[in-house]
C-alpha cells in the first residue's frame, strides 16, 4: 500500500525548478527499467483511451513510489537531490516533524492533515493524499511541484508512445498530462477561476 502512495509522494518537494540533471534523468530511466513504473500496464490503458479523469487515475496507480524512493531506485534517488529532498519531506511530514514556512506550504499542510486524521492507516492516507491534496500540486500554488511531475510524465509519455495511442490526441506529452489534470480536478479549477473573477 505505501508503495502506492499518489503523486503526493514526489509533491513533496522537488524543490528545484531548473532543467533535470543527469542523475534526475537516470532516475527516471531506473523507474522505468526496473519495474517503478507499470509501463506495460499504463500502455495497455492508454490504447485508444480518451483523456479522462480515469486516465489520471490510471497513470497514478502506475507508479510505485516506494521503489523508486527505496527498494528499485534508492541509489538513483539519493543522487537526484530532487527526489532526495522529496523523500527527505515525505519522511518530516509522515513522522510530523515537518518544519512551518516551507514552499508549497498548501500541499504540505493538506498532507500533514491527512497524516493526523489517520496516523497509523496507510490506506486512508493514501487516499487522502490522492483525492484531497494532489490537486495543490496543480493549482499554482507549488509550481515546482507541478514542473517536476510534467518531467516525470513526460519520461513515461515518451517512453510508452502514449501521444500515438491516445485517441484522437494531437499534442505533445505536458499538453496531454494538463489535459489530463485538467479532467481529474475540473470541479476545483472552475471554482478557483470563479472565485477569481469574482
Not at 527516471?28 to 485508444?48: A, F, H, R, T, Y
Not at 480515469?54 to 534517488?77: H, P, Q
Not at 505536458?174 to 470563479?194: I, S
Request: glycine letters at 6%; proline letters at 2%; hydrophobic letters at 35%.
Amino acid at each position: 500500500m505505501l508503495g502506492h502512495l499518489p503523486w503526493l509522494v514526489l509533491f513533496l518537494q522537488f524543490v528545484e525548478l531548473t532543467a533535470l540533471s543527469k542523475q534526475c534523468r537516470e532516475l527516471l530511466s531506473c523507474s522505468i527499467k526496473k519495474g517503478c513504473v507499470n509501463l506495460p500496464w499504463l500502455v495497455e490503458k492508454m490504447q485508444d483511451a480518451e483523456i479522462s479523469e480515469e486516465m489520471y487515475n490510471n497513470v497514478d496507480k502506475a507508479i510505485d513510489y516506494l521503489c523508486i524512493f527505496s527498494t528499485g531506485c534508492a541509489r538513483e534517488c539519493t543522487a537526484c537531490s530532487l527526489c532526495h529532498s522529496s523523500k527527505l519531506q515525505l519522511v518530516e511530514v509522515l513522522t510530523g516533524s515537518k518544519k512551518d514556512g516551507e514552499q508549497c506550504s498548501d500541499l504540505i499542510k493538506c498532507a500533514s492533515e491527512c497524516v493526523s486524521d489517520a496516523p497509523t492507516n496507510i490506506s486512508a492516507i493514501n487516499r487522502c493524499l490522492r483525492h484531497s491534496c494532489a490537486y495543490q500540486c496543480f493549482n499554482g500554488s507549488c509550481p515546482k511541484c507541478n514542473a517536476f511531475i510534467v518531467k516525470v510524465f513526460n519520461q513515461m509519455c515518451i517512453s510508452g508512445d502514449f501521444r500515438g495511442r491516445v485517441k484522437g490526441f494531437k499534442g505533445q506529452c505536458a499538453d496531454m498530462f494538463r489535459e489530463m489534470v485538467r479532467a481529474k480536478f475540473r470541479k476545483q479549477f472552475e471554482e478557483q477561476e470563479q472565485a477569481h473573477r469574482s
